[in-house]
């Protein structure tokens, strides 16, 4: 096991985990966030190392990453982007949001599949996948890249300039 | 277009207020009303933000608010975490019933009445208490929660702590949906700022009250927002809902002990009924149906939005045509799903049954009141207040196929008819947009569905499959006219199908 996990990202691992006196392990969440988002994503060493510090079976961690969508198990582009599919944002153009993302950023989606929902580009810049409502309904299509969340989208030039 | 106007005049007796900055509807607008707003000083609202008449802020008061910020400085200045300075001078018990006596019912989705919940904990009770925040908002058509925590996360952090005081919680915690990174971010500050100012912490105002709060950031599950699998989701671990009876969370919840768990748009109704006296609350709405709520409108309108209004005392007609400038030009309705998602479709040209007794009528979907007893007794649910609207110009197959693929990828699989069932009614939508389903498909879309419909642990079996039975129910016709008769008794390749998918 050789994940490297910076000082500083295990001191904020630790505080976070002061925030469940009763059960180290309900700490599982908070932690895989702050791993994932140094690492990007969510491999067996990350998953080995969130078990050994929360003093878990590895299976304990593995099936909680499995199991939510928020949790990837493979490498992500450098700008991960996230286009809500559901019913308000898909009568509001998500779908065409979605198709004129993978054309501008050449990316290819025809491998994916529920188990399997990401799709990066050749360069590795962005990867791509549609998420169950973002909650802004009123204001669709949305979408979210990185953190960043944008509303109304329209512009996918604007927007993927942002992010280059 | 005509209202029945029956509903909302009669009604129309609201308490007053000190002082009361008065919001009024033009003369000639067909709904001219005033209403007095609960503030002490004149608020402008953003340019193109401004609430429209018909509504009553209260939660949203400051909701694109001009000059407004997050900072709790900012709060404190407009009378701010004084309700917990007067809540701490109580008795819990008489917090509780100020609650109760308001009649506040849940606004995540089921309309429990919360102050009821709170009394549900056990009496003598020895275990500590938790309080959680639900804030997974993501019942699709719902988007109230982010207004509130983006942009007055002080207003959810004083509710927070008022509830804490009655139910006896001293942790508690916020589960926030992942999407919502900022507001995690934005609540812990103002979570940080509360504590240094003694609102939080130990001895909070001088007092022997304790109690601290921490944000819990989910991971992109709708099940989540489900009260027992939001708890099993803060052990750490899948978010299976767990059986009720025994696992009421007032009785066993987080970590086995008592647990209150309640919607942030609930929670924070709780300062303002302090503020107001529960009986005085009680009579903003209308009775059995009090206080303000928030719907979220999206769909085919010409201004999807938020809009807080006393509940019941607009309809569906003045959502729709006045609040949201009515549908598209040369549109006309096709149906109404009036409460997220899962709540059930409503076809336009139906006729409702309401009221009972002498009071009981027959109304058009125009004249709905947007309360929880009548939308239930139309068939359906107020929900979480995401009312979506449909259009004349969208496929019925295509928006069925589009929530079942959302209920498919969200059951948890722990309950097999809704595992299994939600994948099936996907798969038979599938079909249908892609025109390869024949016409017996549809009874078998709807015997599945009701195949699941209370066969499930959790009430997402029902969040799952009353979609289909609905629109099965009122739209028979046009699935049927999207299938192909040629297609009867033409199997299913299975093996084809599974290699395709690169199964075999």
New interface residues.
């Given amino acids: 096991m050789s994940l490297e996990v910076p000082a500083d990202l295990e001191k904020q691992i630790d505080e976070r985990i002061t925030h469940y006196p009763v059960s180290k392990r309900s700490a599982v969440l908070p932690v895989l966030h702050l791993l994932q988002h140094h690492f990007r994503f969510v491999n067996e060493e990350v998953i080995e190392w969130a078990a050994a510090k929360l003093e878990l079976e590895p299976i304990k961690v593995l099936e909680v990453v499995s199991f939510y969508p928020g949790f990837r198990q493979s490498a992500p582009g450098k700008y991960h982007i996230r286009v809500c599919r559901t019913l308000s944002c898909a009568m509001a153009g998500s779908y065409e949001l979605m198709d004129s993302l993978c054309e501008k950023t050449g990316i290819d989606r025809s491998g994916v599949d529920h188990h399997n929902p990401i799709a990066v580009s050749a360069d590795g810049t962005y990867s791509i996948e549609f998420a169950e409502c973002l909650a802004s309904c009123g204001t669709g299509p949305v979408c979210m890249v990185e953190d960043d969340f944008y509303e109304s989208v329209d512009d996918v030039d604007a927007l993927l300039a942002k992010y280059s | 277009m005509t209202f029945m106007k029956a509903w909302t005049t009669s009604t129309l007796s609201l308490p007053n207020t000190p002082d009361p900055i008065f919001l009024t509807a033009p003369q000639n607008h067909p709904n001219h009303r005033t209403y007095p707003l609960p503030t002490m000083s004149a608020i402008t609202y953003k340019s193109g933000k401004e609430p429209h008449p018909n509504e009553r802020r209260i939660i949203f008061k400051n909701v694109d608010r001009e000059g407004w910020d997050q900072s709790i400085d900012t709060y404190e200045g407009e009378g701010g975490y004084d309700q917990l300075k007067r809540a701490v001078a109580m008795e819990p018990g008489a917090v509780t019933n100020e609650v109760k006596s308001a009649g506040l019912r849940g606004r995540g989705g089921a309309g429990f009445p919360a102050g009821l919940k709170w009394s549900f904990l056990p009496p003598n009770n020895t275990k500590?208490v938790y309080l959680i925040c639900n804030a997974d908002?993501?019942?699709?058509?719902?988007?109230k929660?982010?207004y509130i925590i983006h942009q007055d996360p002080h207003q959810l952090i004083e509710g927070m702590a008022i509830a804490a005081f009655a139910v006896g919680a001293k942790?508690a915690y916020i589960y926030i949906?992942?999407?919502?990174?900022?507001g995690a971010e934005i609540l812990e500050k103002a979570i940080t700022e509360a504590r240094e100012k003694g609102y939080l912490g130990k001895n909070i105002l001088g007092t022997d009250f304790e109690l601290e709060i921490?944000v819990?950031?989910?991971?992109?599950?709708?099940i989540c927002g489900e009260e027992t699998g939001l708890i099993e989701?803060?052990?750490?671990?899948?978010?299976y809902p767990r059986i009720k009876p025994p696992y009421f969370p007032a009785a066993m919840g987080l970590?086995l002990c008592p647990t209150i768990v309640n919607n942030v748009e609930t929670l924070c109704h709780v300062r303002h009924i302090l503020e107001m006296g529960g009986e005085e609350w009680s009579k903003v709405g209308t009775p059995n149906n009090t206080g303000t709520r928030i719907l979220?409108?999206?769909?085919?309108v010409k201004k999807?939005?938020?809009f807080e209004v006393e509940v019941g005392k607009v309809t569906m007609g003045e959502l729709i045509n006045d609040m949201c400038g009515g549908l598209k030009d040369g549109r006309s309705l096709k149906a109404v799903i009036p409460g997220g998602?899962s709540a059930k479709v409503l076809r336009a040209d139906e006729t409702f049954k309401v009221g009972k007794g002498d009071d009981c009528k027959e109304i058009s979907i125009w004249d709905i009141p947007m309360d929880f007893d009548t939308l239930a007794a139309c068939g359906s649910m107020a929900g979480s207040g995401?009312v979506?609207v449909?259009d004349d110009s969208?496929s019925i197959s295509w928006?069925l196929n589009?929530?079942n693929?959302?209920y498919a990828?969200?059951s948890?699989g722990q309950c097999t008819p809704c595992r299994e069932g939600s994948l099936w009614m996907k798969k038979i939508t599938d079909r249908l947009v892609a025109d390869k389903a024949a016409p017996s498909d549809i009874e078998t879309l709807d015997a599945v569905a009701r195949n699941i419909d209370g066969q499930t642990i959790c009430a997402f079996g029902e969040a799952s499959s009353w979609p289909t039975e609905s629109f099965v129910e009122k739209f028979k016709d046009e699935l049927i006219a999207d299938t192909k008769p040629e297609l009867e008794n033409t199997p299913v390749n299975a093996e084809k199908e599974l290699a395709a998918?690169g199964l075999l």
Avoid: M, W
């Fill in positions: 500590p908002e993501s019942e699709p058509g719902t988007f929660d982010r942790l949906r992942e999407e919502f990174p900022q921490y819990h950031r989910g991971a992109g599950a709708y989701s803060l052990e750490g671990k899948r978010p970590y979220c409108v999206s769909g085919d999807p939005g938020y998602s995401g979506i449909i969208r928006v589009n929530i693929n959302f990828h969200e948890c998918a």
